[in-house]
């Protein structure tokens, strides 16, 4: 299994990314670099690219099919694209409180720490569905990663396509994500324009 390990707060700095959404509250120091020459059109459509993945920790056969699943779908390709992403469990887990960053989501699917509907998943790509439950398992709730993690996300606003119930430690999906309830800064058109040349 491929991992991505550039460090997170670097990775921010290269693509204008600001930490906080990836649940990480540091700061660099570090001015970023001026550019001396003016990005190409490619080069627009790369970095797009780029930050919807290392957003999502997403490496780019997985991303590549998202595209081809979203080019299929009835709509518009790109927000298609984006709530493809956006459905995956451990972005579900992580936008529902129960761990501080998508990291630490997906290793708490893959430890088989979360179920859907009251079945264990331990598969962090999982697509969850409207009127899908998702909770933290019974054996789990007592761990010290999920409390830290509720403590943190206490200041965070969990979005409109999603219901939470901190003291059950379950979460309801009300309805599948439109694309004006995804409040990151990824313009999808323009992956969409770098995937059909």
């Known amino acids: 299994m491929a991992i991505d390990r550039t460090p997170v707060l670097k990775r921010c700095r290269q693509l204008g990314i600001d930490p906080?959404?990836?649940?990480?509250?540091?700061?660099?120091?570090?001015?970023?670099?001026?550019?001396?020459?003016?990005?190409?059109?490619?080069?627009?459509?790369?970095?797009?690219?780029?930050?919807?993945?290392?957003?999502?920790?997403?490496?780019?056969?997985?991303?590549?099919?998202?595209?081809e699943k979203a080019l299929k779908l009835e709509g518009i390709t790109g927000d298609n694209l984006m709530a493809l992403l956006e459905r995956r469990l451990d972005n579900v887990v992580f936008r529902l409180g129960f761990a501080r960053t998508r990291k630490?989501?997906?290793?708490?699917?893959?430890?088989?720490?979360?179920?859907v509907n009251g079945r264990r998943v331990d598969i962090p790509s999982f697509q969850v569905k409207a009127g899908?439950?998702?909770?933290?398992?019974?054996?789990?709730?007592?761990?010290?990663?999920?409390?830290?993690?509720?403590?943190?996300?206490?200041?965070?606003?969990?979005?409109?396509?999603?219901?939470?119930?901190?003291?059950?430690?379950?979460?309801?999906?009300?309805?599948?994500p439109t694309r004006d309830q995804i409040d990151l800064d990824i313009d999808a058109q323009l992956i969409v324009e770098l995937y059909s040349k």
Not at 139 to 154: G, T, V
Not at 166 to 173: R, S
């Open 132 to 176: 899908d439950v998702v909770a933290v398992a019974e054996k789990a709730r007592d761990l010290l990663p999920i409390k830290e993690a509720l403590i943190s996300s206490e200041h965070m606003a969990v979005p409109a396509w999603l219901e939470v119930d901190i003291e059950k430690l379950k979460g309801t999906v009300l309805q599948l």
């Open 20 to 67: 906080v959404v990836m649940g990480i509250n540091k700061t660099s120091n570090r001015e970023p670099k001026r550019r001396r020459r003016q990005e190409s059109e490619y080069g627009i459509q790369l970095r797009e690219k780029q930050k919807a993945k290392f957003i999502y920790g997403v490496l780019e056969k997985q991303f590549h099919g998202y595209y």
């Open 104 to 115: 630490e989501a997906r290793q708490t699917v893959r430890h088989g720490h979360i179920t």
